[in-house]
């Protein structure tokens, strides 16, 4: 299973950005996705997750009413749309598949990752 972000970049405060996550194959529908971060020094944090049907969504109370997670099956893409980024949003921005349909926040309830890609957001 191989999943592979993009999107990120250089932000100023109050912008947007879409980060995107493709993953190979089989290994996407049947399955809860979810977004991590993780910030310099600090330890990887959930921001959203998403079931398998896309008709649920879990967001950390940080991000709430600023982000929004989507799925798209038939594209094997998982998103997140970014809105009035601040610059603690700052960060390397990981999707992960889930080990079942169900959309948790834990990190453990996450099997595989890929390799983030990284989200600066200047004040």
């Known amino acids: 299973v191989q999943l592979v972000e993009s999107g990120g970049g250089l932000v100023q405060a109050g912008g947007s950005l879409r980060l995107s996550c493709a993953t190979s194959g089989r290994s996407f529908s049947g399955y809860a996705m979810g977004w991590f971060r993780q910030a310099p020094g600090k330890v990887r944090e959930f921001v959203a997750s998403?079931?398998?049907?896309?008709?649920?969504?879990y967001y950390a109370d940080s991000v709430k009413g600023r982000f929004t997670i989507s799925r798209d099956n038939a594209k094997n893409t998982v998103y997140l749309q970014m809105n009035s980024l601040k610059p603690e949003d700052t960060g390397n921005y990981y999707c992960?598949?889930?080990?079942?349909?169900?959309?948790?926040?834990?990190?453990?309830?996450?099997?595989?990752w890929g390799q983030g890609t990284q989200v600066t957001v200047s004040s």
């Open positions: 998403i079931n398998w049907r896309g008709d649920r969504t």
């Open positions: 992960a598949r889930g080990r079942s349909g169900t959309n948790w926040s834990e990190l453990n309830q996450y099997d595989y």
